[in-house]
């Protein structure tokens, strides 16, 4: 089973910040956090990851809790094109990926 | 770079029907698997590969088999189709699978259905 707990969907007006939440209350401590979506039926596609520090790139910011027991993905100016579903995957490094279900996000006009 | 590159991408078979699904990639990525999506649901493994000559089972990898005899290529091979497997099939490739980067490239999938 996944380890991480996402609301089923969520969601947002277009230009305004997507806030997309993540429980991982039973992480360890070697695990990562990351982060991809699955814009309508294609492969799914990284966004990014954290272990303990909040991470910023191009497309989103992770913000991690100092517990570690949960995390938020940040889309600061939400688009159409962002409606999809976000995975959030507790990672240990040599074991593979497990994708739960997901949080369904509607961007709106 | 094609990426990852899967066919067919559409497919339908009778029960019982054997086939193979090809994956490959041209970034000389280490790690390749193999994953599937019933509707309405997320990613289910089904095997993976961290180098030509090792596989590993997933989540789900009954009724399919795997072989990486190169690093480029990993197919699945559905020895007996049933109408259970009908689902959407995903291939992904990554530098490696021991470090604690993992960014997967995924394929377009192969939409399979058994009948």
């Known amino acids: 089973d996944a380890k991480t707990t996402q609301p089923t969907s969520m969601d947002c007006a277009e230009g305004r910040a997507a806030n997309l939440p993540c429980n991982h209350s039973?992480?360890?401590?070697?695990?990562?956090v990351y982060w991809y979506r699955q814009i309508h039926s294609q492969g799914p596609q990284y966004i990014i990851h954290g272990l303990k520090n909040n991470e910023t790139n191009e497309m989103a910011s992770l913000i991690i809790t100092e517990d570690r027991k949960s995390s938020t993905l940040i889309l600061p100016h939400a688009t159409l094109r962002d409606t999809a579903v976000y995975y959030c995957i507790a990672y240990q490094a040599g074991t593979a990926l497990i994708f739960g279900k997901g949080t369904t996000l509607s961007v709106s006009s | 770079n094609a990426g990852v590159t899967q066919t067919p991408k559409f497919q339908v078979l009778k029960t019982g029907q054997s086939m193979t699904l090809q994956c490959a990639q041209d970034?000389?990525?280490?790690?390749m698997s193999w994953y599937r999506q019933d509707p309405g649901m997320g990613l289910r493994l089904i095997h993976y590969s961290v180098g030509a000559g090792i596989t590993d089972q997933g989540e789900v990898p009954n009724g399919y088999n795997v072989s990486r005899s190169t690093t480029e290529d990993f197919p699945l091979r559905l020895l007996s189709a049933a109408p259970s497997q009908t689902s959407v099939y995903f291939c992904?490739?990554?530098?490696?699978?021991?470090?604690?980067?993992?960014?997967?490239?995924f394929g377009p999938g192969t939409r399979l259905t058994v009948l």
């Open positions: 970034m000389n990525h280490e790690y």
């Open positions: 992904a490739s990554s530098v490696r699978g021991g470090g604690s980067y993992n960014e997967q490239f």
């Open positions: 039973t992480i360890s401590g070697n695990e990562y």
